[in-house]
């Protein structure tokens, strides 16, 4: 057994395409597994296409590194990456996608709801459309209606709307997506759950393929849905900036200081319009009366153009920050997919 401490990545002209890589996070799926790795096995050995499967275990506590040794001496292709504690799923998506060796990499999680039996149709929708992501639609999914459909349901339509990426299942992590795209793809936070979201900021081509969700079968689940639903709405309004203002910060940032300080400007306008009247129509002492100091427009007048300054200063560094970004690292502001040349006659 080999134990590489950083990911050995092969040139470019080495990788082979036919190769699919099986992305597998895992946290305490120590039951579960024995019946996953041989289904994975069966379905790969009956398509005759080679494979590989990496186990990412995230700090499992029940045993599961164990059982992934195990396995490893009945599968040979079985690769396993130990992280030192629990870093996340999205870390462990990010691990695999950095070991893997094919041309297009699988995830989907280990405790067995997600069935390998769909992969073979999701490589060859994959393959028909030239797409760089398919992701799994989840069928008569089994789960509680009010805890896991609903917030599913509503969670979707949020994001669509925010990102415009239009899709029925995001939670599903069975997916299919190319090398080149998962390498130019960076996953951090807990960005797994946006996948195509930030697949779709480097332009790429996304299905969606019906999949079998599977009762789980062994194990409980890690997380609920109300107990991550303000990390997904937090996680959203970054992946909305990241999608809309990352390269150009001051149409966002500007854009509210300019609408703050504009309101703010009206309304002291407003006020001094007001005093100036009261005094011709009622005469000088109705003129000295009305203290515009005192009145409470005045208070959110001030702090609206405060705001609004602040805003645009916000956006001035975001553009400085952003310009460092790309001009330090010297770093392309677009990505290309592929090159395309008519062969030369020698």
Known sequence: MTIANHPQKPSTDTRSTS?????????????????????????????????EIIAVDDGSTDGSLDVLRQLQ??????????????????????????????????????????????????LEVMEAGDYDLVTGWRQNRK????TRKLPSIIANWLIASASDVHLHDRGCSLKAVRRDLAEQMQL??????????????????????PVNDRPRQAGVSKYGALSRT?????DLLTVSYLLN???RPMQLFGGIGLVSSAAGGLILAYL???????????????????????????????????????????????EILTRTYHEAQDKAIYVVRRVIEKERNA
């Open 188 to 209: 951090y936070g807990e960005l797994h759950r946006f996948i195509p979201e930030v697949a779709s900021m480097i332009g790429a081509r996304i299905a969606e393929v």
């Open 73 to 122: 001496a009945e599968e040979p292709r079985l690769r396993i990456v130990q992280f030192r504690r629990n870093f996340g799923q999205t870390a462990a998506f990010a691990a695999g996608f950095d070991y893997a060796r094919g041309g297009v990499i699988v995830t989907m999680d280990a405790d067995g709801q997600q069935d390998p039996a769909d992969v073979p149709r999701m």
């Open 19 to 51: 190769t699919v890589s099986i992305v597998l996070p895992i946290y305490n799926e120590a039951e579960a597994l024995p019946g996953l790795i041989r289904e994975i096995t069966a379905v790969f050995r009956e398509m005759d296409r080679s494979y």
């Open 272 to 318: 001094a319009i007001d005093k100036i009247w009261r005094g011709l129509r009622y005469g000088e002492q109705a003129f000295r009366d009305f203290r515009i100091g005192a009145n409470p427009w005045t208070m959110l007048a001030v702090l609206l153009t405060v705001l609004g300054v602040q805003f645009l200063m916000m956006g001035v560094l975001g």
């Open 143 to 146: 789960e509680p209606f009010l």
């Open 245 to 247: 203002y990352s390269d």
């Open 230 to 234: 303000p990390r997904v709405i937090l």
